[in-house]
């Protein structure tokens, strides 16, 4: 069989990548350029800022991607390309950019939604297996998804309010800590102690999350506090905050996978990254000998690489896009 050669294009949000990847696994090139130092002096990604950025950086990350990878735009086989959900400005710069090397190249046009890519990171490392349960965790998502074959998306819960990675954000905005405040609440939360009274999130039966509560806990809790002329303990908040958190979405994470039946496990989105997710999913799927999979931290963040893993199996079940192809801020994963 021919090999089919994608060129991905990544820029829902604050990362401009271009990746090329043959058949669906086999990474041949990357570039993300971040605008993190851009946005860590608002405290958060402005949207405005994000898409002049893309602008300025697009045709130079194709440039470098070509010629990292020796290739010509002739050798590409197919055009993958996130569509949505993300931040609209940003999106149209990645879909006019795909849409134009499409139109040039006469090859077709692959939409992807943002979700499918963060899950097909894990096709990176090794192919999925099916059936599996998607645990997605993002900025922008928190989602339980199940797959019982290539490109086919089941929702089955998900954040009624707020993203996990927003309340991570939140949570190190409040105690000082530079965005994305993820990382530096991750690292902090394995040097303290389990001393604050926080909530466990939404601790119920469904496949549902919720974590505004305990975002406006730990807000509440710092200001109190600090009326009170206490100064609080940053590890010990970080520690106590991941703990609850982690509690619930493994608790819920392990359930899916007894009562759908399934033998795998994969993880994505950018709090995938997480020391103490990742640990506590591991060994939890050693008890049980359930497969578990997790991106390296690279691939779990935004990247085209997983762009253009799951543009391959969206190409295979013909979803093929035509130039009227728009971006969209939201958007719904659960039709394929
Ligand atoms: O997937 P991603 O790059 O962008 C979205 O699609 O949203 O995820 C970014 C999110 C941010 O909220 C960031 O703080 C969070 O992932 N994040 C982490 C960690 N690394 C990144 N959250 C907790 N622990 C981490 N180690
Ligand atoms: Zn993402």
Redesign the pocket.
């Known amino acids: 069989m021919k090999d089919i050669y994608c060129l991905a294009i990544e820029t829902?949000?604050d990362?401009t990548s271009m990746s090329i990847i043959k058949n669906g696994t086999e990474e041949i090139e990357t570039v993300i350029l971040t605008q993190i130092d851009i946005h860590k002096k608002f405290g958060g990604v402005v949207p405005e800022i994000a898409s002049r950025s893309h602008i300025e950086s697009i045709t130079i990350v194709l440039d470098e991607l070509l010629e990292k990878s020796h290739m010509k735009i002739s050798d590409i086989d197919i055009i993958g390309v996130t569509y949505g959900p993300g931040l609209i400005g940003s999106l149209l710069i990645g879909l006019q950019c795909a849409k134009t090397i499409s139109l040039i190249t006469g090859k077709p046009l692959i939409p992807v939604h943002?979700i499918a890519g963060?899950i097909y990171a894990n096709n990176l490392e090794q192919r999925l297996s099916f059936p599996l349960i998607a645990l997605v965790v993002?900025?922008?998502?928190t989602e339980l998804v199940y797959m019982d074959n290539d490109y086919s998306f089941k929702r089955i819960g998900g954040t009624l309010d707020d993203?996990i990675?927003?309340a991570?954000?939140k949570v190190?905005k409040i105690l000082g800590l530079e965005y994305?405040?993820?990382?530096k609440?991750?690292k902090l939360a394995s040097q303290g102690k389990d001393t604050y009274n926080l909530p466990y999130p939404l601790d119920d039966d469904t496949y549902n999350f919720s974590f505004s509560g305990i975002k406006s806990a730990v807000v509440n809790l710092v200001h109190n506090e600090k009326q009170r002329g206490n100064n609080i303990n940053a590890e010990d908040m970080c520690t106590t905050f991941q703990n609850r958190v982690i509690s619930v979405i493994t608790k819920k994470t392990m359930k899916a996978v007894t009562e759908f039946k399934v033998n795998n496990l994969v993880i994505a989105?950018?709090?995938a990254?997480?020391?103490g997710l990742r640990e506590k999913l591991e060994e939890l799927c050693k008890e049980k000998s359930i497969n578990f999979s997790v991106p390296r931290i690279k691939y779990?963040?935004?990247n085209a690489a997983m762009i253009g893993s799951a543009a391959y199996y969206a190409y295979k079940k013909g979803i093929i896009a035509d130039l009227k192809l728009n971006a969209k801020a939201t958007d719904n994963l659960y039709k394929y």
């Open positions: 829902s949000c990362e943002h963060h993002s900025g922008g998502h993203a990675g927003e991570y954000d190190a994305p405040g993820g990382p609440v991750d989105g950018g709090v990254a997480n020391r779990c963040t935004d």
